[in-house]
């Protein structure tokens, strides 16, 4: 849903950004892993010491590389199979730090079994969630469906996050992991469903 309505508006703010990026010459691929590396960094590195907030904002100054790297590719005329593969991998990297980051904190010195699990299981289905539409892709076949697409899911737990890390309850942030692991699942489930019935088209 992010993905549909906020792509337009973010691209404008972030058109000059990535006009200055190309005229100190960065390439896009550049800040493609600049911003992974940020991403990870504001993960793994506080996080997993219950600082939720200060995480999150480190996170949310570089996960927007995903947009502005996007930006200077289109720009500069460089978009094409290896800047999408180069991006689409290191995503799951940055998505496998912030959820894995709180599986670090849960099951070590917030020793909550409940809260690791979950963030365990959006970890794991979101990874699912990705490779289910990219194997679709690579058969020729299309996944492009769901509730729970990526954009949508790193906003909902980034806010969520952050504010436990401000005072708000921790039973929010449960409440959202629980939710994100059901959205996700449904998504995997919608994206098998859409293959099988272009499988079974095909077929006839």
Not at 30 to 57: D, E, K, Q, S
Not at 109 to 114: A, C, L, P, R, S
Request: with cysteine; net charge positive.
């Amino acid at each position: 849903m992010l993905n549909r309505y906020a792509r337009a508006f973010f691209t404008k703010v972030f058109t000059p950004v990535a006009k200055l990026f190309l005229g100190l010459g960065i390439s896009p691929d550049v800040v493609t892993i600049v911003g992974t590396l940020g991403v990870c960094f504001g993960a793994l590195a506080f996080y997993p010491r219950h600082m939720f907030f200060v995480g999150t904002l480190v996170i949310t100054a570089f996960v927007f590389s995903d947009t502005i790297d996007g930006v200077m590719a289109r720009m500069s005329g460089r978009s094409g199979k290896w800047g999408a593969y180069l991006d689409s991998t290191l995503d799951r990297l940055g998505d496998a730090a912030i959820f894995g980051g709180l599986v670090l904190w849960y099951a070590g010195g917030g020793d909550n079994v409940v809260m690791a699990g979950l963030a365990l299981a959006c970890l794991i289905l979101g990874s699912v969630v990705s490779y289910a539409k990219a194997r679709a892709e690579g058969l020729g076949m299309t996944a492009n469906v769901g509730i729970a697409e990526r954009a949508d899911r790193l906003v909902a737990v980034l806010v969520t996050t952050g504010l436990v890390g401000l005072g708000l309850p921790e039973i929010v942030l449960g409440v959202v992991l629980g939710l994100l692991a059901l959205a996700s699942l449904i998504t995997i489930i919608q994206r098998m469903w859409a293959v099988r019935v272009q499988a079974l088209a095909a077929a006839s």
